[in-house]
């Protein structure tokens, strides 16, 4: 039963990532838009989505609660301020949304906050991914690090690359979306940021080497992490393919899986730990009476129609965005 909560766990970050980081990445894209009209049909295409992207986020809090409530409890001890800026980001980021299209004179300002709160908010999941990846302190099982021990460069660095592979999945998702002079210009944003995401990927790579970090341990100790890697290099190489054949559907696939290659290395370079490396999954895990008592509610029945609700949501509004403004 704890393995069946971790893989739902597993699968709602991922879908919290790839789902929520592209319209995170089309809100940062936006605030480099200067036409009104091509403002407004980028938030088209996400109109109809990015609550439900959202929802991903609090699908995982939730099992974290329920089913890991140790690491529920630790976490919010080591991240507070980046937890509560990232919040901050999302509702200042939702409210915008809502305003900018009914406001006039005000509507200059609430695109600056839609841009700032996507900002705020992918910048500070990356900064609580790369203090993970660093590794937190921990004293008997305690976290002892205080209010500022997630603020290393690494984790800064961190921050910043993960804004630009959402920025990226973003233009990716205006390629798809689009027509005209949003997709073109999305379409040369493209291989600007890939070649920057994967400078980032390699500068991560020879930090942990150089700084001996205990996750680059793991990647010596499991050589079959690298073939992530290698799918991902793959991937970047039928992006670049499909972005000179102004391929429209696949860039996004392609970009999708660069962040799952990503996403799975970094997994398997935790386990088994939850909260590297101090809290394992057994150790962070529910009792099994308490887990079976989810498993009858969420995971049997909530989960599967969430599941559901998105896949038909995304079939229901696929295709291409209109030309005109205002959003649905």
Not at 189 to 199: D, E, G, K, S, W
Not at 292 to 313: D, I, K, N, R, S
Request: with cysteine.
């Amino acid at each position: 039963m704890v393995m069946f909560w971790v893989s739902l766990l597993v699968i709602s970050i991922l879908l919290y990532l790839l789902l929520d980081g592209f319209d995170l990445g089309v809100g940062m894209l936006f605030g480099l838009t200067r036409s009104a009209d091509n403002r407004s049909i980028m938030l088209n295409t996400v109109a109809p989505v990015w609550d439900g992207n959202e929802t991903w986020l609090v699908v995982t809090g939730v099992i974290l609660w329920g089913a890991f409530p140790i690491v529920y409890a630790t976490l919010p001890s080591a991240f507070y301020l980046p937890v509560i800026i990232m919040l901050l980001g999302l509702i200042l980021r939702g409210v915008s949304f809502e305003y900018r299209n009914k406001a006039q004179r005000s509507r200059w300002l609430w695109e600056v906050c839609f841009t700032a709160g996507s900002l705020a908010a992918s910048f500070m999941q990356g900064v609580m991914v790369g203090a993970l990846v660093e590794g937190l302190r921990f004293t008997n099982g305690q976290y002892s690090g205080g209010v500022f021990g997630w603020f290393t460069p690494f984790a800064l660095l961190c921050g910043v690359g993960l804004c630009l592979g959402y920025a990226l999945l973003g233009a990716c998702w205006l390629v798809r979306k689009c027509e005209g002079l949003i997709r073109d210009t999305a379409r040369r944003q493209i291989p600007i940021l890939t070649v920057t995401v994967l400078a980032f990927l390699v500068v991560v790579f020879i930090y942990a080497l150089v700084e001996n970090l205990p996750i680059m341990h793991r990647w010596i100790d499991r050589p079959y992490l690298f073939i992530f890697p290698a799918t991902g290099a793959v991937a970047a190489l039928v992006l670049a393919s499909n972005i000179l054949h102004h391929n429209d559907y696949w860039p996004f696939y392609m970009v999708t899986l660069i962040f799952m290659s990503a996403f799975g290395t970094l997994a398997l370079s935790f386990w088994p730990h939850m909260i590297p490396f101090a809290i394992t999954i057994n150790e962070g895990a529910a009792p099994p009476s308490t887990l079976t008592f989810m498993f009858w509610g969420e995971g049997l029945f909530v989960y599967p129609l969430m599941l559901l609700y998105a896949v038909v949501g995304y079939r229901i509004f696929r295709g291409k965005v209109g030309s005109m403004p205002g959003h649905y």
